[in-house]
């Protein structure tokens, strides 16, 4: 051996068949868990199968910000909007997620439209006490017509088509604007917005101190 290279130490022996790792019990898994949702559906008389109802959010990240998925619950600004009290809400099915913020438009009136959907459908069982309380007043011929949701889930999401521009040739206006040093100009103002505001002020300040 010459100068300071690894010792030569391959191991070709690892009796790799016996760690090759099998799924024969896929279709005895895929009849479990089919029969499990059976029983959950049961236990849960009429309510929904799947669960509490889920906003409708965006993906995180520049790459996948274009995805909608469901998201953990509505914000406090969306039960506000569609007139549900954050207490009333986990009570009806409804997921709350305090944490949330609303960054757009947009999605707020998206959440705001399946809660309101949402309490179209409900329909409210009274409570057993005998003290009447909020949602008691429910038509009993209703809640005999009432039946349990099994899909998937509740309101599903909505599919956004992107629009797709065609190919066309730059007009003469575009070519002329001059985006690039429309951006850097912009950047520039927005870098120095702070510092010639407080010049502004101080240049004001001075000029009313002259004046006494």
Known sequence: ???????????FRKDWQRRVRTWFDQPGRKKRRRLARQRKATKRDVRPVAGLLRPAVHCPTQRYQARVRYGRGFTLDE?????????????????VDHRRRNRSEESLALNVQRLKEYMTRLIVFPRRSKRPRKGDETDPEVLAQAEQLKEKHIIPLPRFTSALVGARPITDEERARGVYRELRKQRTLARYAGIRKKRAEEKKRAEEDKKK
């Open 79 to 95: 039960l506000r909007a569609a007139g549900v009290s954050r207490k009333y809400a986990p009570t009806v099915g409804i997921a």
């Open 1 to 11: 051996m010459k100068h300071n290279n690894c010792v030569p130490n391959n191991h």
